[in-house]
Nanobody, 114 residues
Framework: QVQLVESGGGLVQPGGSLRLACVVS????????MDWYRQAPGKQREMVAR???????DYAESVKGRFAISRDNAKNTVYLQMNSLKPEDTAVYSC????????WGQGTQVTVSS
């Protein structure tokens, strides 16, 4: 059974940083690309970052230069380091494994506010 469990969300002031983690179980993690998505209230879900099995990364324009996705295959974990956070980054962040019909984590709330 494939499971994805996120952690690391919270409340941070504008300009601050957070690191999200997503632990994946039940699958050969290192073989698959992993994504981070976010959904803000009243908005469509959008992909924030992707890391392929070989380590190549891709980012939404809105987060380039501020966010960094990485993976630790020994720990079956994908990370999202978020720096220079803005109020518009406020959203529920979820990790996603694109395998078969796809698997989602439960999501973690990130709130950027003074």
């Amino acid at each position: 059974q494939v499971q994805l469990v996120e952690s690391g969300g919270g409340l941070v002031q504008p300009g601050g940083s957070l690191r999200l983690a997503c632990v994946v179980s039940g699958i050969a993690f290192s073989n698959y690309a992993m994504d981070w998505y976010r959904q803000a209230p009243g908005k469509q879900r959008e992909m924030v970052a992707r890391i392929f099995a070989g380590g190549v990364t891709d980012y939404a324009e809105s987060v380039k230069g501020r966010f960094a996705i990485s993976r630790d295959n020994a720990k079956n974990t994908v990370y999202l380091q978020m720096n220079s956070l803005k109020p518009e980054d406020t959203a529920v962040y979820s990790c996603y494994l694109n395998y078969l019909n796809g698997y989602w984590g439960q999501g973690t709330q990130v709130t950027v506010s003074s």
